[in-house]
């Protein structure tokens, strides 16, 4: 489904909004990007493209209603069809006729948008970047899933330390416009909530320039709970990690420690005051316990007899002396990434059902780690986790070529 009122069929710049039900904060980005384009790249021709779900609340009418310099166009998946990951993969598709020179991904309901952000995640790829991520000044429990999962297993396996891989917003180039329209892999998570790190993923497969660029503010976006939807998101961002192990390990079976990416704007933008967040670690330890009782039986099919043994000592601490040692859960993640490839396409969704209440367990034990730490004190904990990771690859890389 395309709406293209002015006809458009090139583009230097093209900014794509997905959508899903965004009615309300639609008008707002679109009008932000479209600021940001006109400010920064007057000379240039740029499209702003709403990539939605076939919405029923109006987005669609409150898009093409929006008054932009820019020209708009309309994409849709067919009705029914959800995700993220199934509206860019139409985009995707769409664009490369359009031989853009940039391409920008904006979530649709950040309500804190600066035109500014437009320059800061196109202006590294005009340079010769060839993906790009933003760094946004953030709380210290946001995004643990990234903190405590996705980070160190990229950083540990691909060598690349992007700290926010799966932020939601992102810049790229011509060579990756190809790449990702023509890419082999794809699931029933990237079209969901894996989208950002199969991109991310297939853009070190691509070996493109990676950058990440310092937008200053931290992104407000609908409010919600951290932990209130998070068995979805888990289960596909992890989900598609492992998958995408097997086809891409003649890449990271050979890297062997990561190195520093490129900061763009480092120094020029003030850093924002950061909003207070509350996680309920009580509720998180409630659910570790339960869930590693549940699946008790699984995780002795998944663990390695020393890692079990330690997890069970680590079940019978009591939340006052509750902690997770790093070393066991890089073990333990390295253990489920090896089970998860051997397993059928049904065991996988039990292995990720298994793997989420260890996942609790860990950022209760983060929390009560660094909840006297200021953010970067925070951070200095999540770079030593990292380390941990590299320091024990050989042990995945050993198990992985010998099973």
């Known amino acids: ?59 669609k009418e409150a898009f093409l209603a929006t008054e932009t310099h820019s020209e708009k166009v309309y994409l849709s998946t067919p009705p029914g069809v959800r995700g993220k990951g199934n509206n860019l993969r139409n985009f995707f598709s769409w664009v490369r006729d359009l031989q853009p020179e940039v391409v920008v991904i904006i979530e649709a309901d950040i309500r804190n948008i600066k035109p500014l952000w437009i320059y800061c995640l196109v202006e590294p790829i005009l340079k010769g970047a060839g993906f790009v991520v933003p760094l946004y000044v953030s709380h210290k429990y946001e995004s643990t899933i990234e903190s405590l999962v996705l980070y160190p297993l990229l950083r540990c396996l691909y060598g690349r330390r992007l700290r926010r891989p799966a932020v939601g917003e992102c810049a790229f180039g011509q060579q990756l416009v190809d790449a990702y329209s023509k890419a082999e892999v794809w699931s029933q998570g990237v079209g969901e909530d894996g989208i950002d790190i199969w991109m991310v993923t297939e853009a070190i497969k691509a070996r493109v320039p990676l950058c990440q660029s310092f937008l200053g503010a931290p992104k407000v976006h609908r409010l919600k709970e951290p932990f209130s939807q998070i068995n979805r998101a888990f289960s596909n961002m992890v989900g598609v990690f492992f998958d995408l192990m097997g086809p891409f390990q003649d ?66 601490l009591g939340f006052g002396n509750f902690a997770f040692p790093d070393h066991t859960w890089a073990i333990v993640l390295f253990d489920f990434a090896l089970a998860y490839r051997d397993a059928s396409p049904e065991d996988r969704e039990e292995i990720l059902d298994a793997l989420l209440p260890l996942y609790y367990g860990k950022v209760v034990s983060f929390v009560k780690k660094t909840e006297r730490m200021s953010t970067q004190q925070a951070e200095e904990v999540i770079e030593k986790e990292c380390m941990v990771f590299e320091e024990n690859k050989r042990y995945l890389v050993n198990n992985w070529i010998k099973t």
């Not at 093209?14 to 000379?43: C, M, W």
């Not at 043994?309 to 079940?315: G, H, I, P, S």
């Open 1 to 59: 489904m395309e709406e293209n009122p002015s006809g458009v069929q090139k583009a230097d710049i093209v900014v794509a909004i997905p959508t899903f039900n965004e009615v309300t904060t639609i008008a707002n980005v679109t009008s932000k990007v479209d600021e940001g384009l006109r400010l920064h790249y007057p000379s240039l021709k740029s499209v702003i493209v709403n990539c939605d779900n076939c919405s029923t609340d109006g987005t």
């Open 251 to 316: 890449l990271w079976l050979k890297v062997k420690w990561s190195r520093p990416t490129i900061l763009f704007n480092a120094d020029t933008l003030d850093v924002e005051a950061i909003a207070p967040m509350e996680v309920n670690i009580y509720r998180l330890y409630d659910l570790y316990v339960r869930g590693f009782d549940r699946y008790k039986f699984r995780l002795e099919s998944i663990l390695h007899l020393p890692e079990m043994r330690k997890l069970e000592e680590v079940r019978n």
